[in-house]
């Protein structure tokens, strides 16, 4: 069975970064996309189906993970919305827009025993992977 992804958001820079990753991998299905923005466009032919709204996605949808890829004043609600309707979330960075909300987030993951992961780019960028290989080889030292 695949596991469904949905995405909540596609103004962050690296979301389409991210949808590329996401569709390589084997048993993931891009499920569904909400964006209010012409961005939907974009991604339409990606998804089995597209929402203008993320609320609405949510409720229609049973997504296993949600990529929260929008306006970062939006990651708290979007991510606590899905962790309470089952998911696990990755959320693009910054977390949130400040510590209560991120709070927030963090006590949700906890009572709804769901992954909460925060996306930090270079952890995922193969030049970095390769320096880091090096650096464990002796090749070199980090100081």
């Known amino acids: 069975m695949p596991v469904k992804l949905a995405v909540a958001g596609l103004t ?10 996401w569709a390589a991998q084997p048993g993931v299905e891009l499920t569904a996309v909400a964006d209010a923005t012409p961005l939907l466009e974009r991604a339409r032919s990606r998804f089995q189906r597209v929402y203008t709204d993320w609320r609405a996605m949510l409720n229609a949808e049973q997504p296993d993970i949600v990529l929260a ?14 962790l309470q309707r089952g998911a696990h979330v990755m959320v693009e960075k910054p977390m949130a ?5 991120a ?20 952890r995922w960028n193969p030049a970095i992977h390769t320096l880091l290989e090096r650096a464990r080889r002796g090749d070199f030292t980090l100081q």
């Open 12 to 21: 962050h820079g690296h979301v389409w970064d991210l949808l590329e990753q």
């Open 69 to 82: 890829c929008a306006d970062n004043r939006t990651s708290a609600e979007i991510a606590i919305a899905a």
């Open 97 to 101: 827009a400040d510590l209560k909300d």
């Open 103 to 122: 709070e927030r987030m963090l006590h949700a993951a906890q009572q709804t025993e769901r992954l909460l992961m925060i996306n930090f780019p270079t």
